[in-house]
C-alpha cells in the first residue's frame, strides 16, 4: 500500500487577484511524513506562494483564484480556516526581528498558547520545556534587543513548536543571519528533524548553506512551474541549477572549472559525501595552472581612519582603536557579526556620529569639521532597504532631490541626472513611477540618488540582502562598473561570496576591534578570524584539503584569480 | 543609539512602583485622574501634584527621558490658557461670582483675579495629570499593560493593539532616526535655518519612507499573528500577568483614599467644585 501523502498538491494553480498571469501553474507534489524538503527557485519563481499556500496565508490574507486541490493530513485546505492550518503547519517567517510579537523571549513563545487560552501555570510550563528543545531557557525574560539573530530566530521557532505541529516550514531562513549563525540554524533544523521526525520544508535560495546537513529531495521552481524534484545528488550534477539562475555549491563550481564532470556517483550533493578519488590530480593541475593575480592597489591614501574611539553611553565601547587606510579606487568590505560595530562605523564616515577620540582623513585631510551635508558631497551611503529611502514618487523627482536641495539649476540636474541613470542602467524609466520597478531597479534608484552628488566613496549596506542569484550578480556587477569609474566603494556585509568574489580586501570587526585586514582569501581560510567574526570557512578551502592542496588559501584565491578572468574576458 | 532608543518607552528597573502590577497602576492613575478632574480646589491640585513628583522620583525617571513631552504639554497648556481667556474672559467671574478687576485691556475688556485664579487652576489640573501620565506609562510592561487592560474587560484585540504599538515604539523611532540621518546627507535641513514652509515639506521627506517601512513591518507582523492562532476565539490568556499582593493593595489603599479625600473636601468643605477664596 502507498503510503500516505502528509501534503498533497494536485493540479494545483494560484492566481493572485492583483496579478494577471498565475503565479503557479498545475503543481503536482506529494510529501511523505518525516520528509525534510528543500524548495529552491529564483526571485518570482512562486517558491514563497507555495508557503503561503501551506500555511494558509493564501488565501486568508491573501486572496486569489485557486484552482485544483492542496491536501495537508488528507484534508481539503480550501475547507479549512487559517487557524486549523496553523495547529498543523508551524512557520518560521524569514524576518526573526519583525514577526516578534512578544516584548521578551518566553511571552513570544507563549503566544500561540495565549491564543488557545491556556491557563497560565500550564503555559508557564510548556514555554520552558519548549524553550529547553532550542535552548533558549535561559533567555526567556530577555527583549529582542538583546538577542542575537540566532536567539530571535530560535526564539520563533520554539514558538511553533509548542503547537507541536506535524510539518514544520521555514520561509528563508538564513535571509538574515550571518554565516555562523546561518550554519547553526541548519543544524538545529537538522537536529529537531532527527529528533522528532517531524516533515520539514524549507524554502531557500541559498542552496550550498542548507546542503550544510542532508536533505531527502530538492524541489526546483521556475516561472511558477516544478521543473525538478530529485536528490540532491542528481541535482547538483544536472544543469538545472545554472539554467534556473540558482548559484551552485562553490566547491561544484571549482571541479567544473578543473574539467571535472560532475557526476551522482561521486555524491556531490555535500561536501561531506563527495568522493575526490578521481578529481584530485585534475584539481592539482588546474590550480597549478592559474596566473596569480596582484590585486594590491598602490593608489595614494583616499580614506583613513587613524586610532578612532567611539561609544554611545561612555561605558560599553563600540569601536575599540580603528585603523586603516583606503586607497583610490579600492572596493572593500567589512564583514563581522551584528553588533561588532559595522554599521557605527558608517554612521562615524557620514559624519552622523562624531569620533570620540581620533581622527578621519580624506585624502590626508581631517574631516572633523565637514557637516553631515558636506560629507555627502564626499561619501554617499546607500541604505539596506531602498524603501528607507526613496521618498518621491517619480524617478527622475527622486535622483534630482540632492541636487534640487542644493540649489542646482534645473537644467544642469537635467543634465546630471542623465548621466547619472545611463550609468545605471535606468534611462528608459525616467519618467517612470518608482513604484512600477523590482526591488533591484529601486536598489539602483537609490544608488543613482547618491550616485548624482558626485561622491569618490560609496558605502552600501548589505547591498544585495534577499536577492537571488541573478539579481546578485546583476548588482554586484554595477557596483563593478562604478568602482571602475575611479569610485572607492565600501561594502558592509555578511555575504561570504560577496566577500570572496567581488572584494580583493576584507576588514573584519569583532567586539569594535579590527581582527583582520586582508585579503578575502585568507580571511575565509583563517579558522580563529572565522570563529571570532562568526563566519564561514568556505567550502574551497573544504575542497583543497579533500584534494591534498596544502597551501588551502592559495587554492581560494586561485578561485577567485580565475573566476574574475573569466568574467573580465 | 541603545540609549536614544529608549527614551519614551518601558525600562525594567527595580524599584516599588516598577514592581507593581499593570492593573494596579490603572486604576490608581484613573483614580488620580479623576481625582484632579473632579476638583477645580488648587490645593487639592497642587497636593496631588506634589504627590505625583514623589513618585516620579520613587520611579527614577529620568528628566532627559520626558523633557520632550513636557516641552509639548507646557506649549499645549499655554495656548489653551491664551485662547480659552479670549474666548470667554468673564469666565473666573460667572464662577467667583465677585469681580476685582486687575487691568483693564481693549474694548472694556479685564483682566480680573477671578480669571486668573481660575485659569491657573486649570493650569495645574492639567499639568498634573502629566506626571502622573508618565509614571503609568514609562513603569509599565505593555504586555501586562494589555492584560490589566482585558481583565477590565477591555476587548483584547484593543488592548493588545495598544501594546503592540508601545512594543513597536523604539523600533520606529530608531527607523525613524536613520532615515533622518540618510536624508540629511542628501542635504535635507532640518535646522532652524530653513524656512517654517520647507521644515514641513522636508519633514514629508523622512515621513513617507517610514510610512512605506512601517507598512512592511505592519504586513510582517500580521502575518506573524496570524500564523499562530490570533484572534481566533474570543478571549485569551497572558503569559504575562502578575498577581496583585500586598504593595498593590498599599497603593490602591493610597489612591483611594486621595480620590476619597478630594470628594469629601468638595462635599463638606468647599460645597461644590470650586473653592472659592474671593468670598
Known amino acids: 500500500m502507498e503510503k500516505q501523502a502528509v501534503i498533497e498538491f494536485q493540479n494545483f494553480s494560484f492566481q493572485y487577484y492583483s496579478q494577471a498571469e498565475p503565479t503557479l501553474h498545475d503543481i503536482n507534489l506529494k510529501i511523505y511524513p518525516g520528509e525534510k524538503i528543500l524548495i529552491v527557485g529564483p526571485s518570482g519563481s512562486g517558491k514563497s506562494t507555495i508557503g503561503h499556500c501551506l500555511n494558509g496565508l493564501i488565501p486568508f490574507s491573501y486572496q486569489g483564484e485557486i484552482k485544483g486541490s492542496l491536501k495537508i493530513n488528507g484534508l481539503e485546505t480550501k475547507n479549512l480556516d487559517i487557524f486549523r492550518l496553523s495547529k498543523m503547519v508551524g512557520t518560521v517567517l524569514q524576518d526573526s526581528d519583525g514577526q516578534f510579537v512578544g516584548l521578551t523571549a518566553g511571552e513570544d513563545i507563549a503566544f500561540a498558547l495565549e491564543n488557545d487560552n491556556i491557563p497560565h501555570t500550564e503555559m508557564h510550563a510548556r514555554v520552558g520545556k519548549v524553550a529547553e528543545m532550542v535552548d533558549m531557557q535561559n533567555w526567556l525574560t530577555s527583549s529582542p534587543f538583546e538577542l542575537s539573530g540566532g536567539q530571535k530566530q530560535r526564539t520563533s521557532l520554539a514558538g511553533v513548536m509548542i503547537d507541536d505541529v506535524d510539518i514544520l516550514l521555514f520561509d528563508e531562513p538564513l535571509a538574515n543571519l550571518d554565516p555562523a549563525t546561518g550554519k547553526t540554524a541548519i543544524e538545529i533544523i537538522d537536529d529537531i528533524h532527527q529528533a522528532s521526525q517531524k516533515t520539514i520544508v524549507i524554502i531557500e535560495h541559498r542552496l550550498e548553506d542548507v546542503l550544510h546537513r542532508p536533505i531527502d529531495r530538492v524541489i526546483v521552481l521556475e516561472e511558477g512551474r516544478i521543473i525538478a524534484d530529485m536528490n540532491t545528488h542528481d541535482l547538483v550534477s544536472s544543469t538545472i541549477l545554472k539554467e534556473t539562475g540558482i548559484r551552485e555549491p562553490l566547491y561544484v563550481t571549482a571541479l567544473k572549472y578543473a574539467g571535472v564532470r560532475v557526476t551522482s556517483d561521486t555524491l556531490p550533493g555535500h561536501i561531506t559525501t563527495l568522493n575526490t578519488d578521481l578529481s584530485r590530480q585534475a584539481l592539482t593541475t588546474w590550480h597549478k595552472t592559474i596566473i596569480k593575480q596582484d590585486w594590491r592597489n598602490t593608489n595614494p591614501s583616499i580614506l583613513k581612519m587613524e586610532h578612532v574611539y567611539f561609544s554611545y553611553d561612555g561605558k560599553r565601547q563600540i569601536l575599540d582603536d580603528i585603523s586603516f587606510d583606503i586607497r583610490e579606487g579600492e572596493m572593500v568590505s567589512i564583514v563581522g557579526k551584528n553588533g561588532a560595530g559595522k554599521s557605527t562605523l558608517s554612521k562615524l564616515l557620514c559624519g552622523f556620529e562624531k569620533e570620540d577620540r581620533g581622527t578621519i582623513y580624506y585624502r590626508g585631510e581631517d574631516i572633523k569639521d565637514k557637516t553631515i551635508k558636506e560629507r555627502a558631497e564626499i561619501i554617499g551611503l546607500v541604505m539596506q532597504n531602498p524603501n528607507q529611502m526613496i521618498s518621491k514618487p517619480m524617478i527622475y523627482d527622486e535622483v534630482a532631490l540632492g541636487l534640487r536641495l542644493r540649489n542646482v539649476p534645473e537644467d544642469e540636474i537635467a543634465e546630471r541626472i542623465e548621466k547619472v541613470l545611463k550609468i545605471c542602467g535606468l534611462l528608459p524609466f525616467r519618467n517612470w513611477p518608482i513604484s512600477a520597478l523590482s526591488y533591484g531597479q529601486k536598489k539602483r534608484v537609490t544608488i543613482a540618488a547618491i550616485l548624482v552628488l558626485n561622491p569618490k566613496i560609496l558605502i552600501l549596506d548589505e547591498p544585495t540582502a534577499g536577492q537571488d542569484f541573478r539579481h546578485y550578480t546583476e548588482i554586484m556587477e554595477f557596483l563593478v562598473e562604478i568602482n571602475k569609474l575611479g569610485i572607492t566603494i565600501i561594502l558592509i556585509t555578511h555575504d561570504m561570496h560577496l566577500m570572496l568574489e567581488y572584494t580583493p580586501r576584507a576588514i573584519v570587526l569583532a567586539g569594535g576591534r579590527i581582527i583582520a585586514d586582508t585579503a578575502a582569501s585568507v580571511v575565509l581560510t583563517d579558522s580563529q578570524v572565522i570563529a571570532e567574526a562568526n563566519l564561514k570557512e568556505t567550502s574551497l578551502f573544504h575542497l583543497a584539503q579533500l584534494a591534498g592542496i596544502s597551501d588551502g588559501t592559495a587554492f581560494v584565491q586561485g578561485f577567485i584569480d580565475y573566476e574574475r578572468e573569466l568574467k573580465d574576458r | ?279
Open chain 2, 1 to 279: 543609539m541603545t540609549v536614544k532608543a529608549k527614551l519614551f518607552s518601558y525600562n525594567l528597573l527595580d524599584t516599588p512602583i516598577h514592581e507593581l502590577s499593570g492593573l494596579t497602576k490603572l486604576i490608581c492613575f484613573l483614580l488620580l485622574t479623576f481625582a484632579v478632574m473632579f476638583s477645580y480646589d488648587i490645593r487639592v491640585i497642587l497636593a496631588v501634584m506634589v504627590f505625583s513628583f514623589i513618585v516620579l522620583k520613587i520611579s527614577r525617571i529620568k528628566f532627559s527621558q520626558i523633557r520632550l513631552m513636557v516641552i509639548y504639554v507646557l506649549i499645549f497648556l499655554v495656548t489653551n490658557a491664551v485662547i480659552s481667556f479670549f474666548f470667554s474672559p468673564e469666565e473666573g467671574v460667572k464662577i467667583y461670582g465677585t469681580r476685582h478687576n486687575l487691568v483693564a485691556i481693549y474694548g472694556g475688556m479685564y483682566i480680573t483675579w477671578e480669571q486668573i485664579f481660575y485659569q491657573v487652576t486649570k493650569f495645574f489640573k492639567y499639568g498634573s495629570v502629566i506626571p502622573l501620565g508618565i509614571i503609568f506609562l514609562l513603569t509599565t510592561n505593555p504586555s501586562e499593560f494589555a492584560s490589566s487592560l482585558n481583565r477590565i474587560k477591555v476587548n483584547y484585540k484593543a488592548a493588545f493593539a495598544v501594546a503592540l504599538t508601545l512594543r513597536y515604539f523604539p523600533d520606529v523611532q530608531r527607523e525613524y532616526r536613520d532615515i533622518s540621518l540618510a536624508q540629511q546627507a542628501r542635504g535635507l535641513d532640518l535646522s532652524h535655518k530653513a524656512k517654517f514652509k520647507d521644515r514641513f515639506k522636508n519633514a514629508l521627506m523622512i515621513i513617507i519612507p517610514l510610512i512605506f517601512s512601517t507598512l512592511d513591518r505592519i504586513e510582517l507582523i500580521s502575518n506573524a499573528m496570524d500564523l499562530r492562532g490570533f484572534a481566533k476565539n474570543k478571549t485569551r490568556t497572558w503569559y504575562t500577568t502578575r498577581r496583585m499582593n500586598r504593595k498593590d493593595f498599599i497603593a490602591l489603599a493610597i489612591s483611594a483614599l486621595i480620590f476619597i479625600s478630594t470628594i469629601l473636601i468638595s462635599v463638606f468643605i468647599n460645597h461644590g467644585r470650586f473653592y472659592n477664596p474671593f468670598i
